[in-house]
Every structure is written in C-alpha cells, then in structure tokens.
Nanobody
Framework: QVQVVESGGGLVQPGGSLRLSCKVS????????MGWYRQNIGTQRDLVAE???????LTADSVKGRFTISRDNTQKMVYLQMNTLKFEDTASYYC??????????????WGQGTQVTVSS
C-alpha cells in the first residue's frame, strides 16, 4: 500500500522560513517524480516545484529564489525549504508522487496536505 504523508506546515510571519517534509512508502522512488503543489479554497492546485528521478528540478516562477525542493531516495523523502515567505504563499501544500519511468501504469499519489499560513 502506497502512503504519502506530509509534515512541517504551520503559522509563520512574513519573511520567515518553513521546511515541509513528505515521507513516501510502498513504491520504488527510482521511477517517480516527486513534487509539491499548493491550493487555496476555490482555486486550482498549482505546481510549486518538482524533482525528477534524475534530479531535474522545475520550480514555479512565483517561488524561484525562495523555495528549494530536494529528495532523498534512500530515506524516501522529499523536502520543500521555503524561505522569505510572503502572505501569498499561504495555502494547503500537497506532496505529489507520480510514476514517470519504467513503463505503465503511470500512477499518481497525493498526500493529505499540510497548511502553511503566512501572517503577521
């Protein structure tokens, strides 16, 4: 059974930092792209950053230079270091794990989400 569990959200002041963590179990991450998405109520879920199995990284323009994604296949973890947080970074953050190598099925898994609130 595949499990995707996020942690690390919370309340932070503007300019502060948080580190989100996502633990994945039940799959061989060699074949998976891992990423973070965020969503507010009534809006679509948007990509924040993702890291492919070969360590190719894609980052949304809105967080470039402030957020850094990294992965540890041995520990089956993906992290999102968020610095210089802004009010507009407030959202529920979701860990995404999707199979991109090794043949079908190209399954996608989501975590339950962790809330990040940036407020003074």
């Amino acid at each position: 059974q595949v499990q995707v569990v996020e942690s690390g959200g919370g309340l932070v002041q503007p300019g502060g930092s948080l580190r989100l963590s996502c633990k994945v179990s039940g799959v061989d991450l060699t074949f998976y792209t891992m990423g973070w998405y965020r969503q507010n109520i009534g809006t679509q879920r948007d990509l924040v950053a993702e890291v492919h199995s070969g360590n190719l990284i894609l980052t949304a323009d809105s967080v470039k230079g402030r957020f850094t994604i990294s992965r540890d296949n041995t520990q089956k973890m993906v992290y999102l270091q968020m610095n210089t947080l802004k009010f507009e970074d407030t959202a529920s953050y979701y860990c995404n794990v999707r199979k991109t190598l090794g043949g079908p099925p190209y399954t996608t898994y989501w975590g339950q989400g962790t809330q990040v609130t940036v407020s003074s």
